[in-house]
């Protein structure tokens, strides 16, 4: 029940409260550009890190703003009897990372139904899976940090989403928030493999690479009409001294596919025509060490 307003660039004011959730929904007229405040009771115990967003809706139907308030401070009280000693406790820091958003339409903004999944990169097994709301979009997982994790977010009739997880947890709790965009399978569209990168000069898959290309082939069996043209990158350094390398990731990704069952696929260069990333430190040069696959037909 926290009041939240709207004042548009004439200062008419629209306004609701939260539900228990903490969510809200202010129904405005389309295009106008709006001050979004919350009324915060909290001051005395939470600081809030940011109380007005200019909000400008030029023909998108819909805009989320997030309130955050941190806690000021809170006293804990231990136990005197409490021994924490080698020999009388092993003492385990367990750390656990929330993560929450919503899956939408890339085009239309839309709330899509689809499968939130932790896979853990080592193993390979799934440590964790979602569903989104069907009417928001929104999802909500939790699971213990310190491994090395990829966020794969699917849903019928779109090219999945995957991404690595940061693995650096430092504090006990984190929370992390995503807002993913699901593109359509239609032909011109490109299908996220953001998993795929090579070491310098190499076309060696990585067990990230393939089963990235084992969500792929799924897909393609369940769509068998797509065709598909694999484009392979390369970065900066290797354009000049091997630019080779990249059709020959692309004719790696390939094979890789064919050994599926996966056919109606060709592949191409694009050396490094268009990197992803502009700069010169060797993150940018691995994300530049990629593999697009690109809808030519369905």
């Known amino acids: 029940n926290i ?78 009897n409490l021994d924490l000693s080698a020999q009388n406790q092993n003492v385990r820091t367990i750390k656990r990372t929330n993560l929450s958003g919503a899956v939408k339409d890339a085009a239309t903004f839309k709330p899509i139904k689809a499968e939130i999944k932790i896979i853990d990169n080592e193993t390979g ?87 990235e290309l084992d969500r792929l082939a799924e897909i393609l069996k369940d769509n068998p009409t797509i065709e598909l043209e694999i484009v392979g990158h390369c970065d900066d350094i290797e354009a000049l001294e091997n630019i080779e390398i990249a059709e020959e990731r692309a004719r790696t990704v390939m094979s890789y596919l064919m050994k599926q069952n996966i056919g109606n696929l060709r592949f191409s260069s694009a050396g490094n025509s268009s990197p992803v990333a502009n700069g010169n430190t060797e993150e940018d040069r691995k994300a530049n060490r990629r593999v697009e696959a690109i809808v030519i037909n369905k």
């Open 125 to 211: 097994g799934l440590v964790t899976s979602a569903k989104t709301d069907g009417n928001s979009g929104k999802f909500f997982v939790s699971y213990l940090a310190g491994k090395n994790y990829t966020l794969v977010v699917s849903s019928e009739d779109y090219w999945f989403y995957s991404e690595n997880l940061p693995a650096g947890q430092i504090t006990t709790f984190q929370n992390i928030r995503r807002e993913v965009m699901l593109d359509y399978i239609t032909i011109g569209s490109k299908v996220n493999l953001n998993s795929i990168t090579f070491e310098s000069d190499s076309d060696n898959l990585t067990p990230e690479a393939m089963a």
């Open 3 to 80: 009041k939240v307003t709207a004042t548009d660039s004439r200062g008419n004011i629209y306004s609701t409260l939260t539900n228990s959730d903490g969510e809200f929904i202010i129904y405005v007229p389309n295009v106008d550009v709006y001050k979004v405040k919350m009324n915060n009771i909290f001051y005395e115990h939470f600081n809030l890190e940011q109380n007005e967003y200019r909000v400008e809706l030029n023909g998108y139907r819909q805009f989320e703003v997030n309130f955050i308030l941190n806690e000021k401070r809170r006293r804990i009280n231990f136990s005197n």
